[in-house]
């Protein structure tokens, strides 16, 4: 039995279960805090219990309406500063913003980096998310960084489900180092996408580079958004002679048409983590399957305030 006496897990309104399936499998109570809105729309928060000299985590992913989110995460940790919180932990599941983690255009942002700034602005002691899209993302904090993963609940769902014959699919070259990851530990082999992006959120599929014929072939990508890129090597795939094709994508953004898209394919199933709160559209559909993240969560915060090694996780 672990014991906890200094610590404190508050949660805002973008992932409000995830936050409470954390705080069951630590066997602790949420903090008690008050976020809401003015009637014009500001972020108005409320700590109501002591924190001072206390080991503080918020758990609130960036996700849709990615702004409101934001916000609220940045008022909390100015809250919890300003109540004397001896440490403030940004518990960020799902860090929105990632992708826009370099120039891609002249006058363009970085705004993964702005984000990063307007956390150790606000207060953060340090940062805890999980696969994040760029790992130089890392380096945009002065703080320190766990970037967790969610590789151990996918791997225990396809070892259970799927089993043998697989081929692990890198849907595009960014994703080539995730996806030898898990090729290495089900001992299987690795096939690639060639995809060309024409511009944001459209993508073409052109070819597939490995042999996938006769496998069950997994896909395997830390952001699914409008499944453009999913449902298109999906195609692919099978074109090539795979058996049947499945998703393993950490991060259910699934904006705009991707539902749709996903019911109207032939993947045979998506596996996603509630990172992100699934919506009700996605609870719906047959095809998707959300697997929880809470335990590696709450090892992890465990680890942090125990002073104890968070990569040993996924050794």
């Not at 309406?65 to 599941?93: F, G, H, Q, Y």
């Not at 960084?145 to 043998?164: G, R, S, T």
């Not at 395997?220 to 890129?229: E, F, K, Y």
Request: with cysteine; aromatic share 6%; hydrophobic share 45%.
């Amino acid at each position: 039995m672990y014991s906890y006496k200094n610590i404190k897990i508050f949660s805002g309104n973008a992932n409000a279960t995830l936050a409470k399936e954390i705080a069951n499998f630590m066997e602790l109570p949420l903090g008690q805090a008050v976020v809401k809105r003015f009637s014009d729309g500001e972020v108005w928060v409320e700590i109501q219990e002591n924190v001072r000299g206390m080991d503080t985590f918020v758990i609130q992913p960036t996700s849709h309406p990615a702004n409101e989110n934001l916000m609220e995460l940045l008022v909390m940790i100015d809250a919890l500063k300003r109540a004397s919180a001896d440490r403030i932990t940004a518990v960020i599941p799902y860090y929105g913003y990632a992708r826009q983690d370099r120039k891609v255009a002249p006058r363009t942002p970085i705004s993964a980096k702005l984000v990063a700034d307007l956390l150790t602005a606000a207060g953060a002691s340090r940062l805890l998310s999980m696969d994040l899209h760029a790992g130089q993302i890392q380096g945009f904090f002065n703080i320190p960084v766990d970037n967790l993963f969610a590789m151990p609940v996918f791997l225990k769902f396809l070892q259970e489900e799927l089993n043998n014959n697989l081929v692990v699919v890198a849907p595009d070259a960014g994703a080539a180092e995730r996806a030898r990851a898990y090729a290495k530990r089900l001992s299987c082999p690795l096939a690639l996408v060639d995809k060309r992006r024409s511009q944001p959120n459209v993508a073409e599929v052109m070819n597939v580079i490995g042999d996938v014929s006769g496998r069950k072939a997994v896909i395997v990508d830390d952001i699914i958004d409008t499944a453009g890129t999913i449902t298109q090597a999906v195609q692919a795939l099978l074109n090539g002679g795979a058996k049947e094709v499945y998703g393993c994508c950490t991060h259910a953004v699934l904006s705009g048409p991707a539902v749709d898209r996903i019911n109207k394919s032939n993947i045979k199933k998506l596996v996603v983590t509630d990172s992100i709160a699934p919506s009700d559209t996605t609870k719906k559909c047959s095809k998707i399957e959300v697997l929880s993240i809470a335990n590696i969560f709450g090892e992890a915060i465990r680890r942090i305030y125990h002073a104890d090694s968070v990569s040993s996780l996924f050794v």
